[in-house]
């Protein structure tokens, strides 16, 4: 078991990580979820987004701790999401019904608040015709098993509920990666211009794809490739301050500083997340392990 951190400490490494991007985080609603959420054991992740109309907020991504058995019941008793009867509330016990889960992690920005709870069995992955059989999952999952089937994406390693835009993200998983033409085509068939060279190679090197989907329309809204960073193709395309951040969050782990970035793409056009690794737990470790480097 990795060494527990407390929440001042964690909140000390989100304003050093957040400075990198000018922001100041919102003290209340940070401590509101490290305190619902502590002790932290696992793993802890920052991420930014870059691009006009994506950036101006710090994510942290943070592993639930196992005597947190349903993390959103806990999020609703602490009051960090709002009471719905829309399908989006019943969606993790459904899945807890049907999947054996292997941990929970939960999404929140320092200054908009609580927002995901990422679902992860790695170790048990879902085809789309079984995700699909959720009661309460949207019907553009299983819409869209035609265009997934294509191009090979079946093997769901982890599902993220958005419980403010309320979407689902099926994290499709490839430890070999993919070639250069299945993310042209895979962008090609949602009706979007094609990537450029560069960024089709750069992609191929994707260890989970996720499309975003909702329960109002079939229509996947957008598309993102993960990979271990990509820098040279990274700093040409960001903002000065996304570069800093990426190469520069602090970390608790021996040896190099471990980054992603992800490209996603969405009718409105082409934009980068970037993330990197504060912590790392047990079950991360062996997943980012088999990645093609």
Not at 38 to 44: A, C, D, K, Q, V
Not at 77 to 93: I, Q, W
Request: net charge negative.
């Amino acid at each position: 078991m990795t060494e527990s951190v407390d929440v001042e400490t964690v909140y000390t490494a989100i304003e050093e990580a957040a400075a990198l991007l000018g922001l100041t985080p919102s003290p209340d609603t940070v401590r509101a979820v490290l305190k619902a959420f502590e002790p932290f054991e696992g793993g802890i992740i920052f991420s930014a987004s870059a691009g006009e109309g994506h950036a101006g907020d710090l994510d942290l991504t943070v592993q639930v701790p196992e005597a947190i058995a349903d993390p959103y019941a806990h999020a609703l008793a602490c009051g960090l999401v709002p009471r719905t009867d829309h399908p989006v509330s019943t969606l993790l016990a459904d899945l807890r019904e049907r999947c054996r889960v292997d941990e929970y992690l939960i999404d929140f920005a320092v200054i908009g608040g609580f927002n995901k709870i990422y679902v992860h069995f790695p170790h048990d992955p879902q085809s789309v015709e079984a995700l699909a059989a959720v009661p309460s999952m949207p019907r553009a999952l299983a819409d869209n098993a035609g265009l997934f089937a294509r191009h090979g994406l079946d093997r769901v390693a982890m599902l993220a509920i958005d419980y403010t835009d309320r979407t689902v993200n099926p994290y499709f998983t490839f430890p070999a990666g993919l070639s250069a033409d299945t993310v042209t085509g895979i962008v090609r068939d949602l009706g979007l211009p094609d990537p450029d060279e560069e960024l089709a190679r750069s992609a191929r090197k994707t260890f989970r794809a996720y499309p975003t989907l909702g329960w109002d329309s079939s229509r996947i809204e957008r598309i993102g490739f993960a990979r271990a960073l990509d820098l040279p193709v990274v700093r040409s395309r960001v903002e000065p301050e996304i570069v800093r951040f990426v190469t520069g969050t602090p970390y608790t782990y021996d040896g190099e500083r471990f980054s992603i970035s992800i490209v996603k793409w969405s009718p409105e056009g082409q934009w980068f997340n970037v993330g990197s690794y504060y912590r790392f737990g047990p079950l991360q470790r062996e997943v980012l392990g088999r990645i093609q480097r």
